[in-house]
């Protein structure tokens, strides 16, 4: 078993923050959206609620847009409007402690551990500062904030954005042709930029981490086969995906309230909603678990290695014991037979079994459940539309038992 070493031990910075340090980190600094310690969470949550919902609010409740009335379908019955900003962008900027608190506690742990061994923790910190360089890349987060205003601004003109369904709520004739009232234009050119912004952000983070977890895949690590863990000493990283939940809960509400509102108002079949759902939840597994599969590589490696080296070790040890109590002959060499780190026969097979069956990759259920949960949650409520929710916890109750 790898054992633990002292942090003070090593020279080097093994720490790393996928958070701190980024342009948007150091604009919003200076802003004094973040302060010099910590990151600000509740101020930076308010001030995008602040400059994304309540000028929409304002605007509709002045205009009588807000509830039934001049509008067809008013704000209130937009939930996609109302998700994006009190939920999912509040989501994205929460989501930073987690990653945070996650992000402290495992990189560290590859050096501590005694997985990156000693020879390696300089090639170690260098994966983690070049990781660093493209975390904090004005030349990247300038092409992100210009490919979140293109994806968003997707309207070459007013008449396209007239006919959006997302904006149907500021839509008005009252000067005998259809206009957009600045609710509309504010979601259109600020809201819908922001939350863009803000999903980038976050697809570039998990690019990162999938660039540093390639690359230390890709040195030499010191895993054990016998590891209880049976992933070689990674075990540890089954908890990492738990920090992206939160991103993962922050699209499944923004794609559930649109979905919600089609069927509450658009006539749509909740039967349509089975394939895309399941679409949906596979290509969030695929992209949140992703980073981590890529150390499946050197587990393979280590499974493949292991079961020659054990499985000769094991007969070995077999044969003798063989030699000594059936056939009865002598054993010359007895240090393998009595050798206090293999024990009897029923070790040594306990231990060529941990082998067998260590895993493809150093995930697990709680992995799949950070991501299956979250993204399962919002739909529920959307299911709730149309099916009792006692109904679905019934089926949810008797599919677990």
């Known amino acids: ?102 992000g402290q506690r495992i990189f560290p742990y590859f050096v501590t551990s005694g997985i990156v061994t000693e020879a390696l923790e300089s090639r170690f910190v260098a994966i983690l500062r070049q990781a660093a360089r493209l975390r904090d890349s004005w030349l990247a987060w300038g092409v992100l904030a210009a490919l979140a205003v293109l994806l968003a601004w997707r309207f070459t003109g007013a008449d396209d954005a007239l006919h959006t369904d997302a904006v149907s709520w500021a839509v008005s004739s009252e000067t005998g042709r259809l206009q957009l009232g600045f609710g509309g234009w504010w979601f259109l050119f600020v809201v819908r930029p922001v939350f863009t912004f803000f999903l980038l952000h976050w697809a570039w983070r998990l690019c990162i981490v999938a660039i540093v977890s390639w690359r230390i895949a890709h040195l030499d690590l010191r895993l054990v086969p016998t590891h209880p863990d049976g992933a070689g000493g990674l075990g540890f990283l089954e908890q990492a995906p738990w920090a992206f939940s939160p991103i993962v809960l922050a699209l499944s ?47 393979r490696q280590l499974k493949r290695r292991s079961l020659l080296a054990y499985g000769a070790l094991v007969g070995q040890h077999g044969w003798l014991v063989q030699q000594r109590w059936i056939l009865g002959e002598p054993v010359e060499d007895k240090g393998l037979l009595e050798a206090p780190e293999l024990g009897p026969v029923a070790d040594t097979i306990t231990m060529y079994e941990a082998v067998e069956r260590i895993k493809p990759a150093p995930l697990g259920k709680p992995s799949l459940l950070a991501v299956v949960i979250p993204a399962l949650l919002p739909m529920l409520l959307v299911v709730a539309i149309k099916v009792p929710v006692k109904d679905i916890l019934l089926k949810l109750l008797g599919a677990l038992i």
């Open 253 to 299: 509400a923004v794609i559930g309230s649109q979905w919600a509102h089609q069927i509450l108002y658009h006539q749509l079949d909740i039967n349509a909603l089975k394939l895309p759902l399941g679409l949906f939840v596979v290509a969030l597994l695929v992209i949140f678990l992703g980073p981590f599969l890529l150390f499946s590589r050197p587990l």
């Open 1 to 102: 078993m790898t054992e633990p070493t002292n942090d003070a031990s090593h020279s080097h910075d093994i720490t790393f923050s996928l958070v701190q340090g980024d342009p948007p980190y150091q604009i919003q600094q200076r802003l004094g959206l973040v302060p010099r310690r910590g990151l600000g969470i509740p101020r930076r949550i308010l001030f995008f609620i602040l400059l994304t919902w309540a000028p929409i609010m304002i605007w509709a409740i002045v205009y009588r847009r807000l509830f039934p009335g001049i509008a067809t379908e008013p704000l209130l019955q937009h939930f996609g409007v109302h998700v994006r900003c009190l939920v999912a962008i509040p989501l994205f900027i929460a989501a930073e402690a987690v990653v945070e608190a996650i």
